[in-house]
C-alpha cells in the first residue's frame, strides 16, 4: 500500500551518526577531566540506553561516580558532536536521499522521529540535505519532547498527531531494536536498515529488513531471522 507518510529515525538510519557521538561523548569526558573512555566495543551495548543524557547517568552509575553535572556535560557533548559534524564529510545512507526526493515529488509528508537533541538533527539535515530540517519534514519530534524515549512510542505518537494521519498508513524507517519497538507500538510498519551498532539486534515485527535503502536483494540476517527483500529502488518508488 502507497504510505501516506514517512516517519524517520535520524542517528543509524539517516546516516551513520553513531561513531561521531561515541568520540563527541570521550572528548567531552576528556575535558571535564574524567577518565572514562567509550570504546567501540562496549558502545554497542550502552547505546541500549537511549538518549545521551541517559546514557551518561546509566554509566555514571554502573562506575559508582555521584558527582556530576549532566545536563553540562551533555551540553558540551552536543557543542562537540556539531564541530565534528561541521569539520566530517559525512553522508547520508544510501538510497536516503533518493527516497526523500521522490516522496518530496509525490508529495507524501515526511517527519522525523528521534530521541537525539534537536540541534544534532538540524547540523545533520543542513550538512547533507541543505538547508533547514523544516523544510523537507512537516514534523520534526526529538528528545527535548517527549518524557520516554524509545522504546517508549511517545516520539512516534507526537509526530503521528502533528501530522493527523493514522499510525497504519504511515511507514517508519529505523535501525535499532529499540526504534523498531518504539515505531511498532505507536502502531506504524516499520522498515529497518540495521546500522554499525545494531548489526545483531533482534528485529522481530519489522516489515522488512534491508541492507540499506538502496540495494535490492539485500539478504540481512539477524538473530537467527533471514529476510531475502527484493525491494528498494527507493521502495520500488513509494509502490
Ligand atoms: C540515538 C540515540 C541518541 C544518540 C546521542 O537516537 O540514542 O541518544 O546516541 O544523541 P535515534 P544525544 O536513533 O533515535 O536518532 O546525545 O543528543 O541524546
Ligand atoms: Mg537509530
Excluded at 506504524?188 to 545494531?198: N, Q
Amino acid at each position: 500500500m502507497r504510505p501516506a507518510a514517512l516517519i524517520f529515525d535520524v542517528d543509524g538510519t539517516l546516516a551513520e551518526t553513531e561513531e561521531l557521538h561515541r568520540r563527541a561523548f570521550n572528548a567531552a569526558f576528556k575535558e571535564a577531566g574524567l577518565n572514562w573512555v567509550w570504546d567501540c566495543s562496549s558502545y554497542g551495548d550502552f547505546l541500549r540506553t537511549t538518549g545521551g543524557k541517559e546514557r551518561i547517568a546509566a554509566y555514571a552509575n554502573s562506575v559508582g561516580t555521584k558527582a556530576i553535572d549532566i545536563s553540562t556535560l551533555h551540553r558540551r557533548k552536543t557543542e562537540i558532536y556539531r564541530a565534528m559534524m561541521a569539520s566530517t564529510k559525512l553522508e547520508l545512507r544510501p538510497g536516503v536521499k533518493r527516497l526523500i526526493d521522490i516522496a518530496y515529488k509525490q508529495s507524501i509528508r515526511m517527519a522525523i522521529a528521534t530521541t537525539t537533541t534537536r540541534s544534532n538533527v538540524d547540523a545533520l539535515i543542513a550538512a547533507t540535505l541543505g538547508g533547514r530540517v523544516e523544510n523537507w519534514f512537516s514534523s520534526v519530534r526529538c528528545g527535548e519532547d517527549v518524557t520516554h524515549k524509545k522504546p517508549h512510542p511517545e516520539v512516534y505518537e507526537r509526530v503521528l498527531r502533528d501530522l493527523s494521519i493514522p499510525p497504519d498508513q504511515c511507514w517508519a524507517f529505523e535501525d535499532s531494536r529499540m526504534g523498531l519497538q518504539a515505531a511498532l507500538a505507536a502502531g506504524v510498519p516499520t522498515v529497518v536498515t540495521p546500522s554499525l551498532y545494531t548489526q545483531t539486534d533482534d528485529f522481530s515485527g519489522a516489515t522488512l529488513i534491508l541492507r540499506d535503502l538502496a540495494t535490492p536483494y539485500s539478504a540481512v540476517v539477524s538473530r537467527g531471522q533471514a529476510q531475502l527483500a527484493a525491494v528498494p529502488g527507493p521502495l520500488l518508488a513509494l509502490l
